[in-house]
């Protein structure tokens, strides 16, 4: 499997604070990575570093092999990257539709971007029903799915989804993570997962990392990582039976 992204030994700083010390990670075509971490550990600050949103000090940023380090932000999108925020920031006063189309910023096909808007009424059924209606009034888990419908609207090669499951009832969770593993099955779209629950998010994926102040201090594959007794002690609250 060829990589799709690589980060390359990635430094980056505010002021004196080094927030990220030699990370690497790479997520392959048409991959589910998990990137695991509590709070301050580097996840949102790996995130802004992969979509260009901060700078980075040191270390390499690789999408399709191209370096794209020091490259903008829209630049990536059109390069096949694209984002769904931590609490899902939709836009509240715009329609579901409007929303979407906010999505497809970078394109200028407007048949192919009407096509899109189809396609993901299609895959999310719930949205097509509240087309017209404000996205600020739908439940979390619809604002959710809006979210990720908006993203795969920039036709991605690779999705990030910072915590996509925070503050959503908990008989919504399962639903979005399956939609997230139906995704990635039907359209092939690999994607970086960062949570902090780590069952949840290696229940989809096929590999891991886990940083811990700004470095990576475990990888392998989810199986691995969830029989580990570090990942049962820090993120599940329980050891592993002798």
Request: with cysteine; proline share 4%.
């Amino acid at each position: 499997m060829s990589d799709l992204l690589a980060l390359e030994d990635v430094h980056v700083s505010y002021g004196p604070f080094h927030a990220l010390r030699g990370v690497g990670l790479t997520v392959g075509e048409g991959e589910i990575v998990s990137l695991l971490g509590g709070n301050a550990s580097g996840k949102s600050t790996t995130m802004k570093a992969i979509l260009g949103l901060t700078r980075v000090r040191a270390g390499v940023v690789r999408l399709a092999g191209e370096d794209v380090t020091h490259r903008s932000t829209a630049h990536r999108v059109r390069a096949g990257i694209s984002s769904v925020p931590e609490a899902r920031r939709v836009f509240p006063e715009m329609t579901v539709d409007e929303n979407l189309r906010a999505g497809a910023y970078t394109r200028r096909d407007r048949a192919g971007v009407a096509d899109d808007l189809d396609r993901m009424r299609e895959l999310f059924p719930r949205l097509a029903e509240r087309r017209r209606q404000q996205a600020g009034t739908l439940s979390g888990g619809e604002q959710q799915m809006l979210a990720v419908a908006r993203a795969l609207m920039s036709r991605p090669r690779l999705v990030c989804m910072d915590e996509p499951t925070m503050g959503l009832a908990p008989r919504l969770v399962d639903q979005v993570l399956d939609e997230i593993a139906r995704l990635n099955r039907e359209l092939g779209v690999a994607v970086l997962l960062v949570e902090q629950q780590a069952e949840l998010a290696l229940s989809i994926a096929s590999r891991g990392y886990v940083l811990a102040t700004g470095q990576i201090a475990l990888r392998g594959t989810a199986a691995e990582l969830l029989d580990d007794p570090r990942i049962h002690e820090a993120y599940l609250g329980k050891a592993v039976p002798a």
